[in-house]
């Protein structure tokens, strides 16, 4: 059933005219623009719910026989805009991060994420780390969210780097890291893991985030005629600095931080370039006290993080309880992009 009335007509007007004005300037390019017009269509969708799926579909025929050679203006297409101003409520939001992202990527979180909480950190993730649409997909997957945003992290980073390192850091530090890739048994050690680790290194640069390039494992570090060999060593591209990975079968020593400070010292020392910022040490464990972890690290003067990891397709459901609100999550990302309050 077609609607035909004048306040149809205008409202089919004030898309015509958003449409038009959004060309213009996606000519050049830009596309901040398509993204804000696809939300303010959205709106217009959802201001008009009154009308119900007939008016999507009446819109839908009217922007193609206004704009025959337009394309992203069919029906899912239109549902999608009226779920992404339905998710995303706020339009400061979408101008400083959603429109960052392609439209693809918006969809792919709207599809994806359960709140705007998630969807906001994710949408930050991929615009701070640039992400593929497959790479934020692969993110999504690994439930990075749940294992990044909301664990509790083990770190000295913020008292002891300089910012902006020191964020950056802290938020590429994971808990529990997931290597699922890795067969689970009772009497793994940490040269089994190691070598699996190496062997799958794709899968495990992937977990352990962007920027991550491989070195060497058990590299030789000799320090007064004696060979020390630290687990695995990376660099960083995108924190500038190497990250030396202490990995450990069983739960987290005290003694685990000393000699993980010893091998910072000597790789800062003797491979470290002026140009490059400190290099930070990660110690995993398959078991991690908090308490024990914070007391260790409290007088140590190297950059440290200790975190677990998991051998299976393995995320702790305690997790889902801890999770920061939307309203936590969209603070932060305001903060994050100097977004004023009313």
């Known amino acids: 059933m077609l609607i035909n009335n004048n306040e149809y007509f205008e ?39 009154k009308w119900g799926n007939k008016f999507v579909d009446n819109l839908a025929k009217d922007i193609k026989l206004e704009f025959p050679n337009a394309k992203g203006y069919s029906v899912r297409n239109l549902k999608y805009m009226r779920k992404f101003a339905e998710f995303v409520d706020d339009l400061e939001i979408v101008q400083t991060l959603s429109a960052q992202l392609t439209w693809s990527h918006n969809r792919l979180l709207l599809d994806k994420t359960k709140s705007l ?70 009497d793994i050690i940490e040269r089994e893991i190691e070598h699996e680790l190496v062997a799958n290194i794709v899968k ?74 400190p290099t930070i040490g990660i110690i995993l464990c398959k078991h991690r006290d908090k308490l024990t972890a914070e007391y260790a690290l409290k007088d140590i003067h190297k950059p440290i993080g200790v975190s677990e990891y998991k051998l299976s397709d393995f995320v702790p459901e305690e997790l889902a309880d801890t999770l920061p609100s939307a309203e936590d999550i969209e603070k932060r990302i305001k903060q994050k992009y100097k977004i004023m309050e009313d």
């Open 204 to 277: 495990t640069l992937l977990e352990l985030g962007t920027g991550f390039a491989f070195i060497d494992k058990q590299y030789t570090l000799t320090v007064a005629d004696v060979d020390y060999h630290c687990d695995l060593l990376f660099y960083n591209t995108r924190l500038r600095c190497y990250v030396v990975i202490e990995l450990k079968a069983g739960k987290f020593k005290p003694e685990y931080a000393g000699k993980l400070n010893f091998y910072l010292s000597a790789v800062d020392d003797m491979l470290k370039h002026e140009h490059d910022n």
């Open 117 to 186: 909480g998630e969807y906001l950190w994710y949408a930050d993730r991929t615009v701070q780390d640039g992400l593929s649409l497959s790479g934020l997909e692969n993110r999504i997957e690994l439930k990075n969210y749940e294992r990044q945003a909301t664990s509790e992290k083990v770190e000295n980073y913020g008292r002891l780097l300089p910012a902006p390192q020191n964020s950056l850091v802290t938020e590429t530090l994971k808990s529990p890291y997931l290597f699922d890739f890795i067969e689970k048994h009772d």
């Open 11 to 49: 409202i089919l007007e004030s898309v015509k005219t958003h449409i038009n004005c959004a060309q213009h300037k996606a000519v050049m390019g830009l596309n901040r623009e398509q993204i804000i017009l696809y939300w303010n269509i959205g709106r217009v969708i959802l201001d008009n719910a």
